[in-house]
């Protein structure tokens, strides 16, 4: 018999786990990791760009830098909060 997944309860924990500590520090050391995805897929103006579970934001602030339509999205707010974007 299987056991029923309480997604709820996994959603709340993963959470709490991705809240604690400086994500952002460590994000910020990795910063490149995004602007090489974005070249080794060569993102250019007009694109489309979604980055589910984004962090604060790396790779859509390199999609963004490369004049793409970016969304990023996580549902852990607090990462967002990290994410300073300039609109020219």
Request: charged share 20%; proline share 2%; net charge negative.
């Amino acid at each position: 018999m299987t056991q029923a997944v309480d997604f709820e309860a996994v959603k709340s924990i993963q959470q709490q786990v991705w809240s604690k500590g400086d994500f952002a520090m460590v994000a910020s050391r990795m910063a490149i990791v995004g602007e090489n995805l974005c070249e080794a897929v060569e993102v250019t103006p007009g694109d489309r760009v979604l980055d589910v579970a984004c962090g604060s934001g790396n790779v859509a602030l390199a999609a963004a830098r490369r004049f793409a339509e970016t969304v990023g999205m996580d549902y852990v707010p607090g990462l967002l909060d990290h994410v300073h974007v300039s609109v020219y």
